[in-house]
Structures are given as structure tokens and as C-alpha cells.
């Protein structure tokens, strides 16, 4: 009997940095043009004039953006552990210990990415560790995984891909 097949069940194969930002960036592409799709129903342009005084401009479009992508990556990633972007990927957000992830580790990841993803990353980079996190992946005890199609990643042997 071959054993083969039990023991890559245990591992975890850590998802590269490309394909993260790959992930992200199909994710961002759909949200911003549904982002502007709603701001051009809202308002008749995506063009602002600045108001004498004001700061009404494209600037105002970062924190309902935010919002927008904070929703849409807190519910796929606690419902189905992926967004379009890693469904296309196949990358799943799991728990450390390759199961789902509590609704606290998503929110805490989605936040990070959402809100302050320069700042998330840097400080990932530098303070990296064995499981390639950002520091609100850290927070939330969040991996981003490769996946295969039949795996379900149930163990806690960490693997770079």
C-alpha cells in the first residue's frame, strides 16, 4: 500500500507572492469597475470638478472602494476561502492549521488589504516569516494555500510552492 497520497494530504503548499498579487489584482480590476460602474449610476461621470475650498475629487473614491472590496473579500473568503482571483489561481485562505478560517482572521486579513495594503505588505515583507504572511494574514492566523482540485489541505506541514 502506497502511503504517498496520506502524506501530501498533511501539507499545506504555501501560495508564491506572484500569484497572491496576481489573485489581487484580477480581484481589483473587478471591484474597481464595479466600483465606478456604481459611481457613474450614482453621480451621471467618474470626472469630479473641484469645488472652490473642497476636496471633492477621486480621492473621495478610496474609502467607498475600500468598503466595497472589504465586503466583497470578508464574504468570499469566509464563505468559499476565495475570491474570483484565487478561484482562478486556485490559491484558498485557510486556517494554520489548513482548515477554514474563523471569521476574526478574515475580517483582520480583508481589513489589512482593504484599507492599508502598502503598509500590510511592507511590514509582511520585513517581518516575513516561514508562512508568507502579511501582517494582518499574522493577525488573523491566515496562510494563503495552492490548492489542487481534489485537495482540501487538512494538516500543518508548510511547504513553499
Do not use: H
Amino acid at each position: 500500500m502506497d502511503n504517498s497520497n496520506s502524506e501530501d494530504n498533511s501539507k499545506i503548499i504555501l501560495a508564491k507572492w506572484i500569484d497572491r498579487f496576481l489573485a489581487w489584482l484580477i480581484d481589483f480590476i473587478i471591484i474597481s469597475t464595479v466600483s465606478t460602474i456604481i459611481i457613474f449610476l450614482s453621480f451621471g461621470t467618474v470626472y469630479y470638478e473641484m469645488e472652490e475650498g473642497g476636496l471633492w475629487a477621486e480621492n473621495t473614491q478610496y474609502i467607498p472602494a475600500s468598503i466595497l472590496f472589504f465586503v466583497y473579500w470578508t464574504i468570499l473568503e469566509y464563505k468559499t476561502g476565495q475570491t474570483i482571483g484565487k478561484k482562478i489561481l486556485n490559491l484558498r485562505v485557510v486556517n494554520l492549521k489548513g482548515g477554514n478560517p474563523s471569521l476574526q482572521g478574515i475580517l483582520l486579513s480583508s481589513f489589512g488589504k482593504s484599507f492599508l495594503l502598502p503598509l500590510d505588505m511592507i511590514i509582511g515583507l520585513i517581518f516575513t516569516n516561514e508562512k508568507r504572511q502579511r501582517a494582518f494574514n499574522k493577525l488573523g492566523d491566515t496562510v494563503v494555500t495552492k490548492i489542487n482540485a481534489s485537495d482540501e489541505n487538512v494538516g500543518s506541514i508548510f511547504l513553499k510552492d
